[in-house]
């Protein structure tokens, strides 16, 4: 793997990718007598697009759940920002600016897009209770700024003809958009996206893929994702992490991995010993 | 207009009236439900356990006077003092919130994650435990409550119908008092819930716990802020109730006269529990007034859970409750 400087560097297209943002160190997760994730280690750099992959069952998701407070490993350690993480419940983690979406989709489906995209921003709302509830001034116009932030999420990932819409009428590809555009409006420093376009035909994963390195581009949003097609993480990730069975067998930019001889046997099929 | 028309009107009005009484209880179960698919038995309890504080703080009771005498051989049981309602019932409202917390902390927040039958067991055990509690704190004996709500037949009501029909409605004005109170409270939650922070977050949490989290919203949080907003509406349904019959013990078993109303409305609608209460308070005093003649009355007993029994065989999600579709 190539080792870039510390402090960070300027990528072949332009982007600049700072130091490290968030580091996971000999993290080893169990259920019962079923190791998930074995000791695995890697980091993440601000403003870098970072890819898990590997074939089903090699613990990718769980890999997410870990970074997004939802399962806690057994052993190792989290560096966020510099420090250790200590550990956390998962809404606890969403408010230090993690953001997340899921493999099956979790959107409010009841309420309609706009309500859902609201909800990303809950906790950077301030007025207090007794004020919301009595609809004071202030209040009324924290709301108007949150909804004109939303508005412009809303525009950028061009869904503006859905607003209104509940989200159970949707269909999948759009629901997905709408999971992301909730993830978004919490305005996170990293987003963690589990298979961001997992079901969708070949032109909406153009479209997702376009979304993400707009995000990443306009915003500067430090980027985590799953993904199954290949093709499709090594023209958008700067960094791959490849797992199987619970290991990490790879590591560094698209090339290097794709030249991996391990990586391309999980990928392969080649027998375990 | 012929005699037997006006009963049968007075009799509606009349069930009306009952039926914001079962609608208030009622609520507190759709509140519950709705943010945490737990059905909470304990839901009249709350009512009576409500009641009773409201009555021992406002008459100056010492709580647990009884033990306490035993004990140690004293023979106290009054502060002496008497405090006002404006006093007594804020009073109250953080003795209901504290009781929030405390479930969430001793009992909940055990069983996240748990099938909801053994969450509804959980109730059921806490419902045995509130009344238990009531009873050693706050004694036993059927007790007064005035909240300084003005009872007896409404003149304006019988004046006012006297004058239309030439016959005078009976109506409890406290009874109209509660129809008020209701409207308010219905109408405080609703717009709680759709233009607070705290009301989204517990619209979605009642819709996707796991999106919930991923948005930063503290389940356990919103569990205490629900309870104590269930807490409040069971004082509220315990205030209307105990002022009406006293606070007794059998107050509790209200909730039951809650479940056909759920069944109608809907476990899940705000607006379904209302409406549900208004249709079996209306129902079964018109049944009765109707079938009197033929059956001899005494029908009020079992009507609600026979039009329960209807719902569930043609439309089991209520009126206003969320379809089921079972996907394959």
Not at chain 2, 315 to 326: H, M, S, V, Y
């Amino acid at each position: 793997m190539l080792d870039q400087p510390a402090e960070g560097y300027v990528t072949a297209d332009g982007r600049q990718i700072g130091p490290v943002v968030l580091e996971l160190k000999n993290i080893t997760l169990r259920f019962g007598g079923v190791e998930a994730i074995k000791n695995i280690s890697f980091d993440i750099r601000e403003g870098e697009i970072r890819a898990i992959i590997g074939p089903n069952g090699a613990g990718k998701s769980s890999m997410m759940n870990v970074i997004s407070g939802f399962y806690v490993p057994q052993e190792g350690e989290i560096l966020y920002k510099g420090y250790k993480r200590r550990k956390m419940p998962p809404y606890q983690v969403a408010r230090t600016g993690i953001a997340r979406t899921f493999q099956n989709i979790a959107l409010f489906e009841g309420m309609s897009v706009l309500d859902n995209i609201m909800t990303g921003r809950i906790n950077l709302m301030k007025s207090g209770f007794l004020k919301q509830a009595l609809w004071w001034g202030p209040a009324s116009r924290e709301e108007d700024e949150h909804r004109a932030k939303v508005e412009k999420v809303i525009d950028f990932l061009e869904i503006q003809h859905i607003r209104k819409t509940p989200v159970a009428r949707l269909p999948y590809g759009l629901k997905k958009r709408v999971e992301l555009a909730r993830a978004l409006a919490a305005e996170p420093q990293i987003l963690l996206l589990d298979e961001p376009m997992a079901g969708m035909n070949v032109e909406e994963k153009e479209d997702m893929s376009r979304f993400i390195l707009d995000v990443n581009d306009e915003f500067g949003t430090t980027i985590v994702l799953i993904e199954h097609d290949m093709g499709v993480v090594m023209d958008l990730s700067d960094r791959v992490v490849v797992m199987d069975y619970g290991k990490k067998i790879g590591d560094g930019t698209p090339d290097e991995v794709r030249g991996n001889q391990d990586v391309i046997d999980a990928y392969l099929g080649v027998a375990h010993e | 207009m012929s005699d037997n028309v006006l009963f049968a009107m007075e009799a509606a009005l009349n069930g009306v009236t009952v039926g914001i009484m079962y609608s208030l209880v009622a609520l507190g179960f759709v509140l519950i439900f709705k943010a945490s698919g737990i059905f909470n038995f304990a839901q009249g309890v709350m009512a009576l356990f409500a009641a009773l504080t409201l009555v021992g703080l406002q008459n100056g009771q010492i709580p647990f006077a009884p033990i306490i005498n035993a004990a140690f051989g004293t023979s106290i049981h009054n502060f002496g003092w008497n405090l006002p309602s404006v006093v007594a019932i804020p009073l109250t409202v953080l003795v209901m919130i504290g009781m929030a917390w405390l479930i969430e902390r001793i009992v909940l927040k055990h069983l996240v994650n748990q099938e909801p039958i053994i969450l509804f067991m959980a109730t059921i055990g806490l419902a045995f435990f509130l009344e238990g509690l009531g009873d050693i704190m706050w004694g036993a004996e059927v007790k007064r409550l005035d909240v300084g709500i003005p009872q007896g037949m409404s003149s304006w009501v019988d004046e006012t119908t006297y004058n239309l029909f030439g016959y005078g409605f009976f109506i409890d004005t406290l009874s109209l008092y509660a129809l008020g109170i209701a409207a308010v409270l219905v109408t405080g939650l609703v717009l709680f819930s759709q233009y607070t922070k705290q009301g989204r977050a517990l619209r979605a949490v009642a819709d996707d716990h796991q999106a919930a989290l991923s948005v930063g919203i503290s389940l356990r949080f919103i569990w205490v802020l629900t309870w104590s907003i269930a807490g409040i509406v069971a004082l509220v349904a315990g205030i209307m109730w105990g002022s009406k019959s006293g606070v007794q013990f059998s107050l509790s078993l209200i909730a039951l006269k809650a479940l056909p109303v759920l069944i109608l409305g809907g476990f899940t609608s705000i607006p379904g529990a209302i409406v549900g209460g208004l249709l079996i308070g209306v129902g079964e005093k018109l049944f009765d007034f109707l079938m009197q003649p033929v059956i001899g009355g005494a029908t009020e007993n079992w009507f609600a859970y026979m039009l329960a029994l209807v719902f569930l065989l043609f439309r089991p999600q209520g009126l206003f409750g969320e379809r089921i579709i079972e996907r394959v």
